[in-house]
């Protein structure tokens, strides 16, 4: 695809990249000859316009951008660098340039105007983080994890909002069954109040009854009621 114009130890990986407005590429840096900037003049031709990072492969080498408000940022790497390196340099060369150019320079600038200021700054950029390649990994690792501690936590505070409805769910039924309890005690003093009144007639009636055959068993007895004399 291209061959390298220097032959220093870990030039090479990063080989062309450049800054667009909308399709227009405002500025450009590389050290190779190839058809890099046509393939990725044709990626940012159908690059969607929302935010966000993309990535394309072609014949070993990886075509890396991030789009940001209206701005596209690329860099061409071969693919054994990996994603670490291309994103934080991409990170880097959108911060430096909105830092530069976010006035509205960059907004009027014409095609491949800026050049001269900002492919130097590129140049610089991708020498920093081929130096600092390791740090790097050890930095989007440390990412990483902050990112799945973040997600693990989202979701237990998701879990822990579901179960807050469930708990309430089950007070709710907690309160019904209590309600229900405390009228199926009403309803059990009442029936035992009336077994009691029951019991009571019965054993008033049995009394008398008692009260009767006594009295009969005397009169039978004492021939009337002169057992006293």
């Given at each position: 695809?291209g061959?390298?114009?220097?032959g220093k130890?870990?030039?090479g990986l990063?080989?062309y990249s450049f800054?667009a407005?909308?399709t227009?590429?405002l500025?450009?840096?590389t050290?190779f000859t190839g058809?890099?900037?046509a393939?990725?003049?044709?990626?940012?031709q159908?690059?969607?316009?929302?935010n966000?990072?993309?990535?394309?492969t072609c014949d070993h080498?990886?075509?890396?951008?991030?789009?940001?408000?209206?701005y596209?940022y690329c860099?061409?790497?071969?693919?054994?660098?990996?994603?670490?390196?291309p994103?934080?340099?991409l990170?880097?060369v959108?911060?430096d340039f909105?830092r530069r150019y976010?006035?509205?320079?960059?907004?009027?600038?014409?095609?491949?105007s800026?050049?001269?200021?900002f492919?130097?700054?590129?140049k610089?950029?991708m020498?920093?983080?081929i130096e600092?390649a390791e740090?790097?990994g050890k930095?989007?690792?440390?990412?990483?994890q902050?990112?799945?501690v973040?997600?693990?936590m989202?979701?237990?505070?998701?879990?822990?909002?579901d179960?807050g409805?469930?708990l309430t769910?089950?007070t709710?039924k907690?309160?019904?069954?209590h309600?229900?309890?405390q009228?199926?005690?009403?309803q059990?003093t009442?029936v035992?109040?009336?077994m009691?009144?029951?019991n009571?007639k019965?054993?008033?009636?049995?009394?008398?009854?008692?009260?009767?055959l006594?009295l009969?068993v005397?009169?039978s007895?004492?021939?009337g009621?002169n057992?006293?004399k």
């Amino acid at each position: 695809m291209g061959e390298s114009t220097t032959g220093k130890e870990g030039e090479g990986l990063l080989i062309y990249s450049f800054v667009a407005r909308g399709t227009m590429v405002l500025s450009e840096y590389t050290e190779f000859t190839g058809n890099f900037p046509a393939i990725a003049a044709q990626c940012l031709q159908k690059l969607p316009s929302s935010n966000n990072k993309f990535t394309y492969t072609c014949d070993h080498h990886t075509f890396n951008f991030l789009v940001h408000n209206g701005y596209a940022y690329c860099v061409v790497a071969k693919d054994t660098v990996g994603k670490q390196v291309p994103v934080a340099f991409l990170e880097r060369v959108k911060e430096d340039f909105v830092r530069r150019y976010g006035g509205g320079k960059a907004d009027t600038a014409v095609a491949k105007s800026l050049n001269k200021e900002f492919g130097p700054v590129m140049k610089e950029h991708m020498k920093y983080v081929i130096e600092n390649a390791e740090e790097i990994g050890k930095l989007a690792k440390v990412k990483a994890q902050v990112s799945e501690v973040k997600s693990i936590m989202i979701d237990n505070i998701e879990k822990a909002v579901d179960r807050g409805e469930k708990l309430t769910d089950i007070t709710d039924k907690t309160r019904d069954l209590h309600a229900q309890a405390q009228d199926f005690k009403k309803q059990g003093t009442r029936v035992r109040r009336k077994m009691w009144f029951h019991n009571m007639k019965i054993k008033l009636v049995v009394l008398g009854i008692l009260l009767l055959l006594v009295l009969i068993v005397w009169v039978s007895v004492c021939q009337g009621f002169n057992c006293t004399k």
